[in-house]
């Protein structure tokens, strides 16, 4: 088999322009939530738009409505629970997030049969139509585009909330910017990568750019870079093993992550000598 | 009356009750720890990051509980040697961590199909246990559970003050290991029966509710594992008449239970902290 | 076993990052004193506690512990420690009963179960920091003044004979805290050590006999009255310290030359003109006024 035989396919072709885009867009917004500390929020988000997108099938609305409309209640329902008990908040997402995927997961059961489902749960990059295209570069392109008019703002509240707020920024509403945009990025993500895998492209491209720089701005383009190679990487792999393709994506952004980190442990190395 | 009893006919049923109810105590007694000790990312990792093990383990023909044991302990190790040699935030490290080994059991289960398919794994499949996989989570609940009765103390003490505990000679590094081999070995043991993605809930959800009903670490243990054990029981039971996933079935019952808690708990409740702040903020009449 | 007491010698603690939080440090402390260990953040006051603990292990110099190595001394649980307020879980679900039997974990066998004999410990111990009333609190239903004794109950149900305190004056009323030093009095009077990392220099003067000052490594150490200079602390604090000057009334005459200080919790520290150190009042001074007077006269 020749090595360019995977661009002759059309689905090939549009499977690697999609899954650049939502690299870029997992990639910028990854940088925030790495500086934030938020990896376990993306997991617990990107779980809770399960039953958010069965119950948008039911009801016959586009599953991306629905599954933003569940991240959003899964990021407010764990803020208010933290806010009026003692428990820690990891916990709290940990039981918020598991309660919503075991009902998204018990009406899934019930309704069954349609493939639109499974392909959420892990991906259907290769097999990707029309419609979901469509949403999925709505999505994304909405997503990008608020980061972008917003990074500042944005950088200023991860950084240091307290200044943020001394400022008059609007930090609850910054809180929840961040948090909405973390379902649009999950939303964008998931017809490709799938919800279970999402987080992976939510974090790995942001502690991939850390390694490599200490400068914000730099960061942002490096883990684009590397969250766009990764992508295209994994779904060309992909076509010649004939695996998962989500899987193939985030053990290719493994591997650029673990290049950045031998280079950062050969250039500490130096400089303590 | 006797519809109730229907699924006892069953001996599936019996035995995916019984397993179940068993589970869901262990996971319970450890949610306890979990809870407080604020590691419910780990618990979801490692839930994540057995799965390539499970695979292997088929490959070479092991029992799959040995294989996603060793796999959730090596991504455990992997972890702490990655966060302390990359300075990276510990979240960040656990994320990129679970994420690729769970990547790469997803892709070795899609190259080379094993007896335990990707839903199983995933979404868990109690019904259709076999014996010689219910002998393994037997076995492993009891080695864990004897483990936690007799070292419960130190764990505590661990969780609790981590610098007494080692200016008191306990081996803390040792203590550190015990608890992540215990949260993998339950992982194992509960991957079967509500799958990967909601072994965290098992492993937290018990743990917080008894966390709102007692201040008594005792208690809490008590009520966690009590709790674990009847969700998982009657999960189980409920899953055969709405014919859907048991484990999400077992998993919704404990959010219910935890809800509950949360609003009616006599102390921590929501309704009891509502009074007491109305209550403040009535005029004093002493 | 030699009598009680510490001595550092030359001990230099470089972290593996390469970091060194102390170099060349030495003191001796002796059996029944309160001492102060004074530095400010990042001198290498919990650093110094660490190696005390055996949590770090000094690249060069000594510890020793009632003639024993820091290992050894951790055996016989002879180090106790008592945490800063912030560095403890106020939520966890343990009683005032399970913290101070936590301190007998290390004498009990390997299930932990408490013998009859512990639970004498822990009741006397509850006893003598007055907290029998209330050990069946949960440990956040407390004040911050129960809160510390609570933790000092622990250290004495470890039979600690050398009690590592850090910071235990945050948070604390003026009136608690004069009950705690009087429980430290009184457990110095037994022959144990107590040293108290602090970074609260008022209080020092109050009720420690010795001082070691770090910034890096120890720069002095000895009795309160020999090291609490304001040459030492100077070169110890640099110029963090805020200084008022009082020569006099800065408005008035006719009332002789008297100045009175007040603050809030933060507890002043006064010297006199040649940089010696003022105490709150004349009482149980007696003979030092006399010793200087002395100098003074010849």
């Known amino acids: 088999m020749n090595w360019l035989d995977p661009l002759r396919y059309s689905f090939m072709t549009e499977a690697l322009?999609?899954?650049?885009?939502?690299?870029?867009?997992?990639?910028?917004?990854?940088?925030?939530?790495?500086?934030?500390?938020?990896?376990?929020?993306?997991?617990?988000?990107?779980?809770?738009?399960?039953?958010?997108?069965?119950?948008a099938y039911l009801v016959g609305i586009p599953l991306p409505v629905g599954a933003f409309a569940a991240g959003l209640l899964c990021a407010t329902a764990t803020g208010w629970i933290k806010a009026s008990t003692r428990i820690k908040e990891d916990t709290v997402m940990g039981i918020v997030f598991t309660g919503m995927f075991a009902f998204g997961l018990v009406l899934f059961t019930k309704v069954e049969t349609d493939a639109h489902l499974s392909h959420i749960l892990f991906g259907n990059i290769l097999g990707i139509e029309r419609d979901d295209l469509i949403q999925t570069v709505i999505a994304a392109v909405v997503t990008l585009g608020i980061v972008l008019a917003m990074r500042k703002d944005l950088m200023l509240f991860c950084f240091d909330t307290a200044h943020a707020r001394a400022i008059g920024l609007n930090t609850t509403m910054l809180h929840y910017v961040l948090l909405a945009l973390l379902s649009g990025?999950?939303?964008?993500?998931?017809?490709?990568?799938?919800?279970?895998?999402?987080?992976?492209?939510?974090?790995?491209?942001?502690?991939?750019?850390?390694?490599?720089?200490?400068?914000?701005?730099?960061?942002?383009?490096?883990?684009?870079?590397?969250?766009?190679?990764?992508?295209?990487?994994?779904?060309?792999v992909s076509f010649f093993v004939n695996g998962a393709t989500g899987a193939c994506i985030v053990l290719a952004q493994a591997l650029l992550f673990a290049a950045a980190f031998l280079w950062h442990q050969r250039r500490r190395s130096r400089f303590s000598v | 009356m006797t519809d109730l009893l229907i699924p006892f006919e069953y001996a599936y049923m019996v035995k995916a009750i019984l397993v179940s109810g068993l589970i869901g105590g262990v996971c319970a007694f450890l949610s306890c720890f979990i809870t407080l000790k604020g590691w419910s990312l780990m618990g979801d990792a490692l839930s994540h990051a057995v799965v390539p093990g499970v695979s292997l383990a088929w490959l070479v023909g092991l029992p799959f509980s040995v294989g996603a044991f060793i796999a959730g302990v090596m991504a455990a190790l992997?972890?702490?040697?990655?966060?302390?040699?990359?300075?990276?935030?510990?979240?960040?490290?656990?994320?990129?961590?679970?994420?690729?080994?769970?990547?790469?059991?997803?892709?070795?289960?899609?190259?080379?199909?094993?007896?335990?398919?990707?839903?199983?794994i995933i979404f868990g499949n109690i019904l259709a246990i076999s014996d010689p996989d219910i002998l393994q989570v037997l076995i492993i609940s009891g080695v864990s559970i004897l483990v936690l009765v007799m070292k419960w103390r130190d764990l505590l003490l661990y969780c609790f003050d981590e610098v007494h505990a080692r200016s008191l000679g306990l081996n803390t590094g040792?203590?550190?290991?015990?608890?992540?081999?215990?949260?993998?070995?339950?992982?194992?043991?509960?991957?079967?029966?509500?799958?990967?993605?909601?072994?965290?809930?098992?492993?937290?959800?018990?743990?917080?509710?008894?966390?709102?009903?007692?201040?008594?670490?005792?208690?809490?243990?008590?009520?966690?594992?009590?709790?674990?054990?009847?969700?998982?029981?009657?999960?189980?039971?409920?899953?055969?008449?709405?014919?859907?996933?048991?484990?999400?079935?077992?998993?919704?019952?404990?959010?219910?239970?935890?809800?509950?808690?949360?609003?009616?708990?006599?102390?921590?409740?929501?309704?009891?902290?509502?009074?007491?702040?109305?209550?403040?903020?009535l005029p004093q009449t002493s | 076993m030699p009598s009680l007491s510490i001595d550092v010698a030359n001990v230099t603690v470089a972290y593996p990052n390469g970091h060194t939080a102390l170099r060349d440090a030495s003191f001796h402390l002796h059996q029944g004193v309160i001492a102060a260990l004074v530095g400010i953040n990042g001198s290498g006051k919990s650093t110094l506690f660490k190696s005390l603990m055996g949590f770090v292990k000094p690249v060069a110099g000594t510890i020793s512990i009632a003639g024993n190595t820091v290992e050894q001394a951790r055996k016989l649980k002879l180090v106790a420690y008592v945490p800063q307020s912030e560095e403890v879980d106020w939520t966890f679900p343990v009683s005032v009963w399970d913290v101070v039997m936590m301190g007998r974990y290390g004498h009990m066998n390997f299930l932990r179960i408490a013998s009859a004999e512990d639970k004498r410990i822990v009741n006397e111990s509850l006893a003598r920091v007055g907290m029998t009333d209330?050990?069946?609190?949960?440990?956040?239903?407390?004040?911050?003044?129960?809160?510390?004794?609570?933790?000092?109950?622990?250290?004495?149900?470890?039979?600690?004979?050398?009690?590592?305190?850090?910071?235990p004056f945050t948070g604390v009323d003026v009136t608690t805290e004069e009950a705690i030093i009087a429980l430290l009095r009184s457990l110095r009077d037994e022959g144990r050590i107590i040293l108290v990392s602090t970074h609260n220099l008022g209080?020092?003067?109050?009720?420690?006999?010795?001082?070691?000052?770090?910034?890096?490594?120890?720069?002095?150490?000895?009795?309160?009255?020999?090291?609490?200079?304001?040459?030492?602390?100077?070169?110890?604090?640099?110029?963090?310290?805020?200084?008022?000057?009082?020569?006099?009334?800065?408005?008035?005459?006719?009332?002789?030359?008297?100045?009175?200080?007040?603050?809030?919790?933060?507890?002043?520290?006064v010297f006199g003109k040649g940089g010696h150190l003022e105490y709150k009042d004349r009482q149980g001074r007696e003979d030092l006024v006399?010793?200087?007077?002395?100098e003074a006269g010849e």
């Open chain 3, 134 to 167: 209330f050990r069946d609190r949960q440990i956040g239903e407390l004040s911050g003044g129960q809160k510390k004794r609570v933790f000092l109950a622990r250290a004495l149900a470890q039979n600690g004979q050398i009690i590592l305190l850090d910071e």
């Open chain 1, 185 to 236: 990025t999950i939303v964008a993500s998931m017809q490709a990568v799938g919800i279970i895998l999402v987080v992976a492209m939510l974090v790995t491209p942001g502690c991939t750019a850390r390694l490599l720089t200490d400068r914000f701005d730099r960061m942002l383009i490096l883990a684009t870079a590397s969250s766009v190679i990764a992508s295209c990487l994994g779904v060309y």
């Open chain 2, 78 to 120: 992997t972890m702490g040697w990655l966060k302390k040699k990359s300075g990276l935030r510990e979240d960040a490290v656990i994320g990129i961590v679970f994420t690729s080994w769970f990547a790469l059991g997803l892709l070795l289960l899609s190259l080379y199909p094993s007896n335990l398919n990707l839903r199983t």
């Open chain 1, 17 to 55: 322009m999609v899954s650049a885009l939502v690299g870029t867009v997992c990639a910028v917004f990854s940088c925030y939530l790495v500086l934030k500390g938020w990896s376990l929020m993306g997991d617990a988000i990107s779980h809770a738009v399960l039953p958010g997108v069965v119950v």
């Open chain 3, 290 to 294: 006399e010793k200087r007077q002395k």
């Open chain 3, 203 to 269: 209080s020092v003067p109050e009720f420690c006999d010795h001082v070691v000052l770090v910034n890096r490594t120890v720069l002095a150490a000895g009795p309160l009255e020999e090291v609490f200079t304001e040459d030492n602390l100077n070169r110890a604090f640099g110029g963090v310290l805020r200084q008022f000057h009082f020569e006099q009334s800065t408005i008035q005459d006719h009332d002789g030359k008297t100045v009175k200080l007040v603050t809030d919790d933060e507890r002043p520290l």
């Open chain 2, 174 to 281: 040792f203590l550190h290991l015990l608890l992540l081999s215990l949260l993998a070995a339950t992982a194992v043991a509960a991957l079967q029966t509500v799958g990967a993605c909601l072994v965290v809930a098992m492993l937290v959800t018990p743990g917080a509710t008894a966390y709102l009903l007692t201040d008594r670490f005792g208690k809490m243990l008590v009520i966690a594992t009590i709790t674990g054990a009847a969700c998982g029981l009657i999960g189980a039971y409920i899953s055969y008449y709405i014919n859907g996933s048991t484990g999400g079935c077992i998993v919704v019952l404990q959010t219910f239970v935890f809800l509950v808690a949360l609003v009616f708990a006599p102390k921590h409740g929501l309704l009891n902290t509502r009074r007491q702040r109305r209550l403040a903020a």
